[in-house]
Structure formats: C-alpha cells, structure tokens
C-alpha cells in the first residue's frame, strides 16, 4: 500500500490557484516532516515546503515564499499545498515526500508519492 498518494494538479492560468493534496498513512503523518518538492523537465527535482512533524514549523523557498502554503489536516491524515499566483515557470511534477528527519534535500526524504503534474500557461 502506499504511504503518500498526490492528487489536485491540473492546468492552470498564469495567476490563478490550485490546491494539491498528500494523502498518507497515519504512521507517515505522525512520525515524519512531509514536504513538496517539483521537478521541471531537464531540471532537477527541489523542495518547495516542508512541513515538521506535529505541523510546527514550515520551511518555503524563496522561489514560493508568500504564494505557496503547506497545511495539514490530522483527521484526514493529508497534507495540503495551496498554490496561489501560478506563474508558467512553477510547471512541475509535484511530489509529495516524506523524512523521519526534517530534510529539504530530496535525496534524505524516505518514501515518495507518485507525483502529480501541474501546468501553468502563460
């Protein structure tokens, strides 16, 4: 079964929003930092939030900082990223991922969704 299951990309607008979600296991979301990362096409994949165990803290790029938001809900055991102001270059696979340590490396991250695609057009 898996641990972490993406959903809500989609094409977008320039501007506009979309929220993606990260389903888990509540072993996942209990015990693990859950982040996002992206990789654009020829490019590689890089951490866009991370969100620390219990939800008390985030970390954002610059590169997103004040459009993107991580949240999450306990009860649902998923984790949300709201993605305002769309700009074409956040086009992406989005992933969701999880580290027993808080780690904006992707390479440290311990298990990994499928990814979802998210396109912005100009």
């Known amino acids: 079964e898996a641990e972490l299951v993406e959903s809500g990309g989609g094409l977008v607008q320039a501007g506009g929003s979309l929220r993606l979600s990260c389903k888990t296991s509540t072993r996942v979301f209990d015990g693990y930092a859950i982040g996002w990362f992206r990789q654009a096409p020829g490019k590689a994949r890089e951490v866009v939030s991370l969100?620390?165990?219990?939800?008390?803290?985030?970390y954002y790029p610059a590169s997103v900082k004040g459009r993107f938001t991580i949240s999450s809900d306990s009860a649902k055991t998923t984790v949300y990223l709201q993605m305002n102001n769309l700009k074409p270059e956040d086009t992406a696979v989005y992933y969701c991922?999880?580290?027993?340590?808080?780690?904006?490396?992707?390479?440290?991250?311990?298990?990994w969704g499928q990814g979802t695609q998210v396109t912005v057009s100009p």
């Open positions: 991922a999880a580290s027993w340590l808080w780690a904006i490396d992707p390479q440290h991250q311990d298990y």
């Open positions: 969100l620390s165990k219990k939800g008390a803290t985030t």
